[in-house]
């Protein structure tokens, strides 16, 4: 696996499982924070961040469904990297459609940008990534954090009143990022990229026990933390978004699809319709991603045609009891 190593790009610098072929995440490095206090480094404010992404990256999406969900977009910019990532990484290439080139820097590949807020990183190069151009340096690069720094430390920005980290609620929503991350955020991944059978049915076995569990979950309320829409939801949401059309082939978790749950597939269409949410997905990107940049998973690059899913049809999810916040009107034929 590529990554940085003293500042120098190497393609065989990282393994990405261990001895026994289990696939192992590497951890983030760029961990400060944004924080609405006066003695803070990193204050909100809005045109100074910079959030760079990748449609087909589940991690990015968070942080554009949570500015999408606050409405954020005129506060906080967007680059896009090409969906396909070979031996440089992640590369700009705004003459392909749905990406960007680099807004700030005019970079040509993100661990350009890595190397000027850290000139001796040793680390993967990953999104998504908070730049702040006030002090011309990397945030953080870890999504969950990012995602909550958007979430709680932007209201005085943000033009719809959505708090996704509400009070009462938080405990459980930590409670359930944790409880969701290994074996199903993670867990498609684990599948994924293991290289012996064992950690692979392990990964599995995970996998499904989880998605049934929140499947049963989902039967009786609207979302995972009750009657509220949180950051659990839009955690939970890029990776199902992804499930059929990708991981479920690509990544053979090939147990159940998530159109087949009774609870878990109207849940998913719930979050679709929810305003805002849809325009952050674009399958184009997620399928030309995986499909094409994992040769030792997919030595031949085919992209999997299928399936179409309806992620527009009716859902009944506002039988249950909860409602998404008043500022997130029922959604229109444009969202």
């Given at each position: 696996m590529n990554m940085l190593v003293d500042g120098e790009w190497r393609t065989d610098a990282y393994e990405t499982?261990?001895?026994?072929?289990?696939f192992q995440r590497q951890e983030t490095t760029f961990r400060?924070?944004?924080?609405?206090?006066?003695?803070?480094?990193?204050?909100?404010?809005?045109?100074?961040?910079?959030?760079?992404?990748?449609?087909?990256?589940?991690?990015?999406?968070r942080t554009l469904?949570?500015?999408?969900?606050?409405?954020?977009?005129?506060?906080i910019s967007v680059s896009v990297v090409d969906p396909y990532r070979d031996e440089d990484g992640w590369q700009f290439t705004p003459e392909k459609e749905g990406c960007t080139r680099d807004h700030v820097h005019d970079a040509d590949y993100l661990r350009e940008l890595y190397v000027k807020a850290d000139p001796d990183a040793t680390c993967r190069v990953t999104v998504p990534v908070l730049w702040d151009e006030q002090e011309d340096t990397i945030v953080n690069n870890e999504s969950k954090e990012i995602m909550r720094m958007l979430d709680t430390e932007f209201d005085e920005y943000a033009e719809r009143d959505v708090d996704l980290y509400p009070e009462g609620y938080r405990e459980e929503v930590d409670r359930i990022l944790d409880e969701i991350y290994e074996p199903i955020n993670n867990g498609v991944y684990r599948a994924g990229f293991a290289t012996e059978q064992e950690p692979y049915e392990e990964a599995v076995d995970d996998l499904f026990a989880a998605l049934d569990h929140w499947d049963e979950v989902l039967g009786e309320q609207r979302y995972l933390a009750g009657d509220r829409l949180t950051e659990a939801d839009v955690a939970?949401?890029?990776?199902?978004?992804?499930?059929?059309?990708?991981?479920?082939?690509?990544?053979?978790?090939?147990?159940?699809?998530?159109?087949?749950?009774d609870n878990l597939w109207p849940y998913l269409r719930d979050l679709y319709q929810t305003p805002?949410?849809?325009?952050?997905?674009?399958?184009?990107?997620?399928?030309?991603?995986?499909?094409?940049?994992?040769?030792?998973?997919?030595?031949?690059?085919?992209?999997a045609r299928g399936p179409d899913l309806a992620f527009d049809a009716p859902h009944d999810r506002d039988e249950l009891p909860g409602s998404p916040p008043a500022?997130?009107?029922?959604?229109?034929?444009?969202?």
């Open positions: 499982t261990d001895d026994d072929g289990s400060d924070r944004i924080h609405d206090e006066p003695d803070a480094r990193f204050q909100p404010e809005a045109g100074r961040y910079h959030l760079y992404v990748s449609y087909a990256c589940p991690w990015a999406h469904v949570v500015r999408a969900l606050k409405g954020l977009e005129d506060a939970i949401f890029t990776t199902l978004v992804r499930f059929d059309n990708v991981y479920h082939t690509h990544f053979m978790c090939n147990v159940q699809y998530v159109r087949e749950y805002g949410v849809a325009r952050t997905v674009h399958m184009d990107h997620i399928k030309e991603h995986y499909y094409t940049t994992h040769p030792d998973v997919n030595p031949h690059r085919i992209v500022d997130l009107a029922p959604a229109s034929a444009d969202d």
